[in-house]
């Protein structure tokens, strides 16, 4: 439950409290903490922000919004004066940034400061996402993060974090502080929501197949194009899966493995779920560089494995 009710009070749990009930040492709270507190500048220039480009191209060579490369700064900004973090790796910046001074520190981060920052001219929901290593090293096996967030800047704005011991999502309310809003989300084994990315015509047979099945199982399309609402409504309804499978042409899919699918491969496994590039489990995989792509089935478990099923004999 996420309110007590001593009488009639509503009592609320703020994120620092919930934090500190969860069995990690103080800096990983004070780390979290301050990456809630950049997002509350990240929401900021998203609702008030320059819409415009920024003349820059980012580790993929894709062009950057002045949106980006705010949000990067605030977030590395924040991340350098913790004092716990050594390593800050970003989907913006072409190398791993070490923080002067903390050679040995904490923590390293990777993250995505602004993901489906193309449609915030349109209105549409976006996000940041987060993943948190004990240590210096950035390129190892997904499942050993300590902790994986993502922030949804939508009509409300939410944090959904985990530390490996489940997934709890909090709110922002009117004074702009993160309140608990659902503890321990649970994914169902399997679901009926589909939320395909890529184009279709690019699909292979495997995919094609895969596709057909849910659509003639009934399954609904849900799909906004910004991997963190899609992820969301998947991880909330706790039902779905969501992909964005190898397509001709790109093999590896377009979403990021250190950025985008660690760390929401990380959030939907400690809710119940999986998540798979089609061969092997995403939080297995030994990142090769930091700019590695993966092709993703993730959501409820048993769906993710009728996915890897239809891919394998496609
Ligand atoms: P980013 O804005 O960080 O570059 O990533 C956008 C991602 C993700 O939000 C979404 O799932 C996917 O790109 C959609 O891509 P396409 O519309 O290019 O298929
Ligand atoms: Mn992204
Ligand atoms: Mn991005």
Same mark, same amino acid.
């Given at each position: ?6 009488g009639?009070?509503k ?6 409290r919930?934090l ?6 103080d800096?990983?709270?004070?780390l979290?903490?301050?990456?809630a507190?950049?997002s ?29 490369v705010?949000?990067? !700064?605030?977030?590395?900004?924040r991340?350098i004066?913790? %004092? /716990?973090?050594?390593?800050?790796a970003?989907?913006? @910046? +072409?190398?791993?940034?070490?923080v002067?001074?903390?050679a040995?520190?904490l923590?390293s981060?990777?993250y995505?400061?602004?993901?489906g920052?193309?449609?915030v001219?349109?209105n549409?929901a976006v ?6 290593y ?12 300590v902790?994986a ?6 009509? !409300?704005?939410?944090?959904v974090?985990?530390?490996?011991? %489940? /997934? ?7 004074? @702009? +502080? ?14 009926d929501?589909y939320?395909?990315g ?11 197949s ?5 659509e ?9 194009g910004?991997?963190v ?7 909330m309804?706790?039902k ?5 499978p190898?397509?001709? %042409?790109?093999p590896?899919g ?5 950025? +985008?699918?660690?760390p ?16 092997c ?7 090769e560089?930091?700019d ?5 089935y ?9 996915a890897?099923e ?5």
């Open positions: 439950m996420p309110y007590a009710e001593p009639k009070t009592f609320q749990i703020d994120l620092r919930h500190r009930d969860q069995d990690i040492c800096n990983l709270v004070h979290i903490c301050e990456i507190e950049a509350k500048y990240v929401i900021n220039a998203v609702r008030t922000g320059d819409l415009g480009v920024a003349g820059t191209s980012n580790l993929y060579g894709e062009e950057q919004l002045a949106l980006d705010l949000s990067d !700064r605030i977030i590395r900004k991340l004066h913790s %004092g /716990v973090v050594c390593n800050i970003s989907e913006e @910046m +072409e190398q791993i940034y070490e002067k001074g903390n040995d520190g923590y981060v990777a995505d400061p602004l993901d920052s193309s449609l001219d349109v549409l996000g940041t996402i987060v993943s948190i004990r240590g210096c090293e950035l390129l190892q096996e997904g499942r050993h993060q902790a967030i993502y922030i949804l800047y939508g009509p !409300r704005v939410s944090m974090y985990s530390v490996g011991n %489940g /997934v709890h999502e909090f709110t922002m309310n009117h004074l @702009m +502080e993160y309140t608990l809003t659902r503890e321990n989300v649970r994914m169902k084994p399997m679901g929501i939320s395909p890529g184009l279709r015509n690019k699909y292979t047979p495997g995919n094609e895969f596709i057909r099945h849910l003639e199982k009934g399954a609904k399309l849900r799909y906004s910004g991997f609402p899609d992820i969301n409504q998947v991880l309804k706790g779905g899966l969501f992909m964005y190898a397509l001709k %042409g790109s590896n377009k979403l990021r493995l250190l950025f +985008e699918l660690n929401m491969a990380f959030l939907v496994e400690n809710a119940g779920g999986a998540a798979s590039n089609g061969r489990r995403i939080l297995d995989i030994k990142p560089s930091l590695q792509r993966e092709p993703v993730i959501g409820c478990n048993d769906d993710v494995n009728k890897v239809f891919v394998a004999n496609g």
